[in-house]
């Protein structure tokens, strides 16, 4: 029973910093919002009725969480958009912020990894 407290602990504990994580992504464009806001989704779902509820519910981004998990897909219009952002973003970075060429690869293979993966959701009409 411990183990049971102990783990679903865990998961509110991570579900609460994927949601402040991917807030602050809606600010500081090379945090993905997105996938934060899922993994917060994924433990609050196994963790806490009430803070899922919450989240599905939320104004900004509950709708957006709800249609992922239905897999109805994303607009073309904002897959146009989100890809466009995140490259910006991530080539201001690696061109002027990160001189580490690691830390710049690493950079962009996230960037291709998340286009691809964006590309991939079905579109959907508004």
Known sequence: MKTNRFIKSLLVTAGIMSVFFGVAGIF????PTTPFLL?????F????????????NNKWFGLYIREYRQGRGIPFSVKVYAISLLWATILVSVIFL?????????????????TAHILMVKNRKK
């Open 98 to 114: 990160i001189g580490n060429n690691y830390l710049r690869a690493g950079l962009v293979i996230i960037a291709v990894a998340v």
């Open 28 to 31: 500081i464009p090379v945090l």
């Open 45 to 56: 779902s196994r963790s806490s009725e009430r803070l899922n509820k919450w989240l599905l």
């Open 39 to 43: 993994l917060a989704a994924f433990c």
